[in-house]
């Protein structure tokens, strides 16, 4: 008898990488998306949140719920990135304009109402921006995290320093005061860093064979991994460049491609110099119990091929 699916609820902030997580996840028979939370991040709210909608309706599951979140980190003012992912956030390809209104729900209730209608343990959350929305929903309503299975989240780096600021990956220095909430929280947690994303390279190569699926979905998908391919060349002199988030869909899919190990992990809140820092006690020095699972290593062409034969389902 199959395995029934892994029920998941999607936190992002579209985003071409945020755009290829969402569609891994709903290529894939192994997870249901039950919801999808949009945050604050690369752009703001309202667009990551129209994002969210039109990627969930290129893939045919207009369906799935789409709620927008929070609108600004919990004390930190918001920082976006339009330098990579364009004025609207998913610039690269030309979606319909939703069908769909945006839910008349705040993203932060989504979460806590869909957690405590689920049976403990059924829940796994999977943030791929800053951690706002996953920080006010601990805060607001305690009770989802002994419900909860599995935060598995794109953020933070150690071994790789940080992309944002030279200790800083952006998810968590967006937020780190959110961050701090969640790995304080006492959820198991996976966290996927640079450490790991940054050997998810997409290369010239793959990106002929997803557009040879000659779908809707591979061609759009294609198109925005061009346009993000520009500023991977500009930041990594290369045509071949990291695609972060889907890191996240992929390890709930074959944990076996990935390697890491438990650590205790906190973030940095005070200093203006290394703010937003995911330190790493990788060496167990200070001896205190780990909170979460650490990914550092990838099979980069296993991770591709799962990815190529996951979207090529999709309309
Ligand atoms: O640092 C990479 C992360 O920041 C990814 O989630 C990307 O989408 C941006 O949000
Ligand atoms: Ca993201």
Redesign the pocket.
Same mark, same amino acid.
Request: aromatic share 4%; charged share 20%.
């Given at each position: 008898r199959a395995m029934s699916p892994r029920k998941i609820i999607i936190d992002t @902030? +579209?985003?071409? @990488? @945020?755009a290829f997580a969402m569609l891994l996840a709903l290529g894939s028979p192994e997870l249901e998306v039950v919801a999808v939370t949009a945050i604050a991040?690369?752009v703001p709210v309202s667009k990551t949140e129209r994002n969210a909608r039109q990627l969930v309706e290129l893939a045919g599951r207009p369906d799935i719920r789409v709620a927008p979140g929070c609108t600004r980190p919990m004390v930190k003012p918001l920082k976006t990135?339009e330098y990579?992912?364009g004025d609207s956030g998913l610039e690269g390809w030309e979606l319909p304009e939703p069908s769909t209104p945006a839910l008349p729900v705040h993203g932060v209730d989504l979460i806590i109402d869909t957690v405590m209608a689920a049976p403990a343990g059924e829940i796994t959350l999977c943030p791929?921006? +800053?951690l706002t929305n996953i920080a006010m929903a601990l805060i607001k309503e305690p009770r989802i995290a002994p419900r909860l299975r599995e935060i598995v989240l794109?953020?933070g780096g150690y071994f790789e320093g940080g992309? &944002?600021t030279p200790s800083a990956?952006?998810?968590i220095f967006v937020d780190p005061h959110a961050a701090h909430v969640v790995f304080t929280s006492g959820v198991p947690l996976t966290m996927v860093p640079?450490d790991c &994303?940054y050997k998810a390279i997409l290369t010239p190569a793959w990106l002929e064979r997803l557009k040879a699926v000659g779908k809707r979905t591979a061609l759009a998908a294609a198109g925005l991994a061009e346009f993000y391919q520009r500023y991977g060349n500009q930041k990594f002199g290369t045509d071949s460049y990291p695609l972060? @988030?889907p890191c996240v869909i992929g390890y709930l899919l074959r944990p076996g491609i990935f390697g890491g190990r438990k650590c205790f992990v906190e973030i940095e809140i005070t200093s203006p110099v290394t703010m937003g820092a995911t330190v790493v006690d990788w060496w167990n020095v200070t001896k205190r119990e780990p909170n979460c699972m650490v990914l550092r290593d990838l099979d980069n062409p296993a991770f591709y091929d799962l990815m190529l034969e996951r979207i090529a389902r999709l309309p």
């Open positions: @902030d +579209p985003g071409q @990488d @945020d991040g690369n990135a990579v992912h791929l921006g +800053p794109m953020g992309n &944002t990956e952006f998810n640079i &994303t972060h @988030d």
